[in-house]
């Protein structure tokens, strides 16, 4: 495992994180404690620090037993967690991403984590109510008093992220040093936006679900598990179970097999080969899980892989992209130059 800076940060964290939405049987298909002992050790022994949690995770459980099984090593690693989900859903400001929800939220998930600080904090999605003035402010209090000491912003519009640390700059305040998007092969549209701008602000970007909610691992384009699965007939599932995307899934499985690597690997490493600092999460109920994903440490995809690939899982950029990419407005703005320059920001899309 090699390590990473977070964002424009200087903390040092793996390449791989460990997600533990499956830490805990609340929800009825978690792992038990001592399946959970087992993933955390094997991603500790791989070299793995960086572990991404929330309050709202299998109803509190995956941070109890996360703070249970982290005693003696705390310091050693680095522990995300998050607030806004809402844990009293009759009560109005049982979530959000007020001061309030934030402030007791972070009480209660320091108490189950059985530690005085987290590492980092997340704002979990945002909610379109609560001004960014006051969220930047709580956090920026929060950071103050020593029970955060980074910020980070998970599910949320380019616009709001890019004008809250503009914000956050100009008033002295902690800014987002990292976005956490939904990013995989099967959903790219965080290209559009989320991506160039963490890049152009220097943001870790911790991609979730980066195997498309299993559907990267090629199982259901064998059939195993489709038939009958909650993933399946769920309406996740079917958001997922696409003719597009199981489409994605076979170009997937065709790389691997000329690999001699398991799907899962390569659908991990494209997303570990996009340019900026890119930190999948990994989630695992099995240590066999686990250690497959982690293998894609050892999987590196040529750029004729990386092309397939691509162009299997190609999404069109929309306006303005296409309009300024089209031949004709290309001509107009660079005249007959563009190949010539050398963009070393590598801010222009247009310039191979």
Excluded at 17 to 23: A, D, I, N, R, V
Excluded at 189 to 204: F, I, K, Q, V, Y
Excluded at 209 to 215: D, F, M, N, Q, Y
Aim: with cysteine; net charge negative.
């Amino acid at each position: 495992m090699r390590y990473k800076l977070f964002g424009r940060t200087g903390l040092r964290v793996s390449e791989l994180s460990l997600g533990t939405m499956t830490f805990g049987e609340d929800w009825g298909w978690g792992a038990g404690p001592e399946a959970c002992r087992q993933i955390l050790h094997t991603y500790f022994d791989a070299g793995g620090n960086f572990i991404d949690t929330a309050n709202h995770y299998t109803n509190g459980s995956a941070e109890r037993i996360l703070g249970e099984l982290c005693k003696g090593r705390r310091d050693e690693l680095v522990i995300a967690t998050k607030y806004t989900l809402n844990g009293r859903p009759a009560d109005p400001n049982g979530g959000g991403n007020h001061r309030k929800s934030m402030a007791r939220a972070l009480e209660a998930s320091l108490e189950r984590l059985g530690t005085d600080y987290v590492d980092i904090y997340w704002v979990h999605a945002w909610d379109f109510l609560t001004p960014v003035e006051e969220v930047l402010r709580g956090l920026d209090d929060l950071v103050r008093q020593g029970k955060v000491l980074y910020v980070g912003i998970s599910d949320a519009p380019a616009w709001v992220v890019s004008r809250a640390n503009a914000i956050a700059d100009l008033r002295g305040w902690s800014a987002f040093a990292g976005i956490q998007i939904q990013y995989s092969l099967i959903e790219r549209t965080s290209e559009r936006e989320l991506l160039p701008m963490a890049r152009e602000l220097d943001l870790a970007v911790t991609p979730w679900s980066p195997l498309g909610g299993g559907v990267l691992t090629g199982k259901y384009n064998k059939g195993a598990g489709a038939a009958g699965s909650r993933f399946a007939e769920g309406e996740w599932g079917k958001a997922f179970l696409t003719e597009r995307n199981l489409s994605i899934a076979a170009e997937v499985l065709s790389i691997a097999e000329q690999l001699g690597a398991s799907p899962s690997q390569v659908a991990l490493s494209w997303v570990r080969q996009q340019p900026g600092v890119v930190i999948p999460i990994l989630g695992a109920r099995k240590v066999s899980q686990l250690e497959d994903n982690i293998g894609c440490l050892e999987v590196t995809l040529e750029a004729e892989q990386l092309q397939r690939l691509d162009a299997a899982s190609k999404i069109e950029l929309g306006f303005p992209y296409d309009f300024l990419g089209s031949p004709g407005i290309r001509s107009v703005v660079y005249g007959e130059t563009l190949d010539r320059i050398d963009d070393h920001r590598g801010a222009c899309p247009f310039i191979e």
